[in-house]
């Protein structure tokens, strides 16, 4: 995971503790009108002023006589609006409360788990699309395409709201209590309105809204719906700040996750799968014997670091060992070499993922992560190298098989391997040919991108070795044309060309720890093949199809808000956007991206002839097709990509 500085307040607001999301809407809504306006310039300075005092509290001055103390918990959280109190008159309904507590980070809802791994993309794999699929008109992408049309259509639904259907039907029939309906209804109001605003006008009171309604969502026990806009409003107060750490495709995605999300809830369509659990749950596994397959650094937005190695169950299934904990970059890099704290096995991550347990009375949650309850007990066992026992599934296949095999969307990819030859560097991808004959070109990107990681120095050093034979792990990254993110690389048995790594490494290199040295590759070049043609090597489905037009008219609603869409619709563009999307085969995707420029250029008027304000709900809808329709038309490029 990438990390934001914005999220955590940015690298000026360090001393400012979190704030619960209820404490800020609270403290927003009790504003006066005239004041809500000015709270946008009150933020900006704020974090710089903050002072931290002896007893833990931090204080920041406005002028001689206004001075906001924050006060946090135990958790080190704002939670209550007693803990926040200004020495103004007008307090607590001033502006300088508001300001200080609108300037802090957004505290998770709950004791936050250990995030998991890797990217955290919006969307699963798509079923593949057949060999030979091209860009655009392929049979499989126009299929996958005009379902997900119906099916987006289908979510949009009437015009007149995600609730139309009743709180009380949607109780009976989709397995959601009245009180849940109603507070999704109310979420996705929310959602469209700061969708419509955009970043441009998407200030504190917006984001407050968002919040209020994510409050009341997780209060009617839809957790994944509060999640969705709380990564909303991180994302917008990030880009506002223009954060480096943030891109715009990301805040998009998390509109397009909020908006699916709470329309379906609200429209009572959806069942109790999408309520989603606020507690990870473990149940017993009884007893397993696990081996080690790599370890990957773990970063998250919110400042927690740590390592999760990655295990090997006897039977196939795959399991994982987290040590997440607050500290950012520092705990990432040291957690590699800290120890196992699972039952009392006696060695350190490292030795785990070369390694292998024996675990007795295991707890096992949904996901594979073993738990370290009071029960358990592990023994340190011997490991087994890549291709042997049941890590020989792992690389038995080809990659585009092992693709295609993966749950569906919604599902986090899982891991698969690879032999591969490597072509030669392209930016900071490295170019391979998988070993299997007839296998398209693959791209090894870096699984974690800072520059504190060896992930990007390691693949550079590979990269520079072209003909180079190796064995890869890693996670496919499916918002992108046959991409492979490595966690660890290895020789290939029996290769003369291939890395040549210490015997205590057990055939493999973390590429998140280990670092790859000049001895570890082979000393001649005798033998080693060619690179290939740069234009073999760019080919690019998904770049090379004209959906980004249909991307970016998504990005700029998101960036500059529906009034950025509308400008867009009085142009020259929707028709060239039309016409490029039609010649490639994408004619459902070019009726919704001019149903959404149509929408967003409405200007009803009332019985009296006057102009009335548009509908965010309609506007939204119509955006939110668009964007459905495009990520599945995206992932079935993907996916053929991988044939």
């Known amino acids: 995971m990438s990390i934001d500085e914005s999220s955590t307040g940015g690298p000026g607001s360090v001393l400012l503790p979190a704030v619960a999301p209820e404490v800020l809407a609270e403290a927003v809504e009790s504003l006066s009108g005239r004041l809500r306006k000015k709270l946008d310039a009150a933020i900006e300075g704020c974090a710089a002023g903050a002072v931290r005092a002896a007893d833990g509290s931090v204080g920041v001055r406005f002028g001689e006589d206004a001075v906001v103390t924050l006060r946090p918990g135990p958790s080190g959280v704002v939670t209550e609006a007693d803990q926040a109190v200004c020495g103004c008159l007008l307090a607590p309904r001033c502006l300088h409360r508001a300001a200080v507590l609108g300037a802090s980070p957004i505290a998770d809802p709950q004791e936050p788990a250990p995030p998991a791994p890797g990217p955290d993309p919006v969307t699963g794999p798509a079923a593949a699309a057949g060999p030979g699929a091209a860009p655009g008109a392929s049979a499989a992408t126009t299929t996958a395409t005009t379902a997900t049309t119906t099916a987006a259509r289908a979510v949009a639904g009437p015009a007149a709201g995600p609730a139309a259907g009743g709180a009380e039907g949607a109780a009976e029939g989709g397995g959601l209590t009245a009180a849940q309906v109603r507070a999704a209804a109310a979420l996705w109001g929310a959602a469209a309105e700061a969708l419509a605003a955009g970043v441009t006008a998407g200030g504190a009171l917006v984001q407050a809204e968002l919040l209020r309604a994510a409050h009341t969502a997780r209060i009617a026990g839809l957790p994944r719906a509060e999640a969705a806009a709380l990564r909303v409003v991180r994302g917008l107060r990030a880009a506002r700040d223009r954060s480096a750490a943030q891109r715009l495709a990301e805040l998009t995605g998390a509109f397009r996750e909020l908006l699916y999300t709470a329309g379906l809830l609200a429209s009572g369509a959806a ?51 987290s040590d997440v904990r607050p500290g950012g970059l520092s705990r990432a890099r040291g957690a590699g070499a800290a120890s196992v704290a699972l039952g009392g096995a006696v060695l350190d991550h490292a030795g785990l993922a070369r390694g292998g347990l024996r675990v007795v009375g295991a707890t096992v949650s949904p996901e594979g992560r073993l738990g370290a309850g009071r029960g358990v007990r592990a023994t340190a066992v011997g490991g087994v190298a890549w291709g042997e026992g049941p890590t020989a599934a792992l690389f038995s296949r080809p990659a585009a098989e092992a693709v295609a095999a993966m749950p569906a969307e919604g599902a986090e990819p899982g891991l698969l391997g690879c032999d591969v030859r490597v072509v030669g560097a392209s930016g900071d991808h490295v170019l391979v040919r998988e070993l299997t004959p007839g296998a398209p070109l693959l791209r090894l990107a870096p699984a974690h991108p800072h520059p504190e990681l060896p992930h990007a120095a390691n693949l550079r050093r590979i990269a520079g070795h072209p003909g180079l034979v190796l064995r890869v792990l890693g996670r496919p990254d499916l918002d992108r044309a046959a991409t492979l993110r490595p966690l660890a690389v290895g020789p290939v048995p029996g290769a003369e060309h291939s890395l040549r790594l210490p015997p ?131 992932r079935s490029l993907v996916a053929a990509s991988w044939a």
């Open 271 to 321: 069942g109790a799968g999408l309520t989603g659990a606020v507690r990870r749950s473990y149940e017993a596994g009884g007893s397993l014997r696990v081996y080690g397959l790599c370890r990957e650094p773990v970063l998250s937005a919110t400042g927690y670091g740590g390592v999760a190695t990655h295990l090997l169950g006897v039977d196939g299934a795959h399991y994982s060992v």
């Open 504 to 634: 205590e490494w057990l055939g493999r290199a973390d590429l998140g720890y280990d670092r790859l040295q000049g001895a570890h590759f082979p000393g001649g070049a005798e033998g080693l093949v060619p690179q290939e043609s740069a234009p073999a090597a760019g080919a690019d489905p998904l770049a090379d199809s004209p959906l980004w037009r249909v991307r970016r008219l998504l990005e700029a609603g998101v960036a500059g808000g529906r009034r950025a869409v509308a400008e867009a619709a009085r142009g020259a563009e929707p028709a060239a956007l039309a016409a490029a999307l039609r010649r490639a085969g994408f004619g459902s995707a070019a009726e919704l991206a001019a149903a959404l420029t149509a929408e967003a250029d409405r200007r009803p008027r009332d019985a009296f002839g006057r102009l009335a304000d548009a509908s965010a709900e309609r506007y939204a809808w119509a955006w939110l097709a668009a964007a459905a329709h495009l990520a599945a038309a995206e």
